[in-house]
């Protein structure tokens, strides 16, 4: 059964540090996701990583992939209020049924 | 604009009263799903479905049923909620051709 595992959980981090949230995964997967949740709204669709060592950026966030080690990681540069949010990683598997399976979510607080 | 789109958003009811969750999209995905997600134990699968007439049980499909009629509709069926189906759902949907999967705005249901 494939399980997906985040930390930290919660983060409280001060405006302009730096960083990283993991996200371990326990078997082979497709594709591995990275959302934004704002409380009580949807999911917002942040990266979409196909490949071993693909890397993306946007703005102060980027996200890796290391299929070897079923890591990923979510890399905040300089942080600002604005990032404040619940952060989800997930992975699918084409096997019939294309599920995607969530971490916990890591709730990030960004104090001014 | 493409989207999923989910109603109510907000909905309390009593105990066995059944009620239905709508769930329409307009890309013309083939491939639907409904979560829920409850604190500390991030987003769950509940029914999914490959295309027209095709459904099948996710992670926490007890107390729930779908149906997939038409292309675009997706409704969630609890035909005698309980207070444990307090929760918050997301429907999504996705195709093969994309790299990511679209959630609705959400649907927070209080079973009292």
């Known amino acids: 059964e494939l399980k997906v595992e985040q930390n930290p959980l919660f983060l409280s981090m001060q405006e302009g540090k730096n960083y990283t949230i993991y996200c371990n995964y326990s078997t082979t997967s497709d594709r591995l996701y990275w959302y934004r949740q704002d409380p009580g709204k949807s999911l917002e669709s942040l990266f979409v990583l196909l490949s071993n060592g693909a890397v993306k950026q946007e703005g102060r966030l980027m996200a890796s992939l290391d299929t070897k080690a079923r890591l990923s990681t979510l890399h905040i540069t300089a942080a600002v209020h604005d990032l404040s949010a619940t952060y989800f990683c997930?992975?699918?598997?084409?096997?019939?049924?294309?599920?995607?399976?969530f971490g916990t979510g890591t709730r990030l607080t960004i104090i001014p | 604009e493409a989207q999923v789109t989910q109603n109510p958003r907000y909905l309390i009811t009593v105990t066995g009263k059944k009620l239905t969750v709508t769930c329409s999209q307009n890309?013309?995905?083939?491939?639907m799903s409904w979560y829920r997600q409850d604190p500390g134990l991030g987003l769950r699968q509940i029914y999914y479905?490959?295309?027209?007439?095709?459904?099948d049980k996710g992670d926490v499909p007890e107390g729930y049923k779908v149906s997939r009629k038409e292309k675009r509709n997706f409704p969630l069926i609890l035909e005698s909620p309980s207070p444990n189906q307090t929760s918050l759902y997301f429907c999504a949907s996705w195709d093969r051709g994309h790299y990511g999967y679209t959630f609705g705005s959400g649907t927070r249901l209080t079973v009292v």
């Open positions: 997930a992975v699918d598997r084409f096997h019939g049924n294309e599920k995607l399976t």
């Open positions: 479905s490959m295309n027209v007439e095709v459904t």
């Open positions: 890309m013309n995905h083939e491939y």
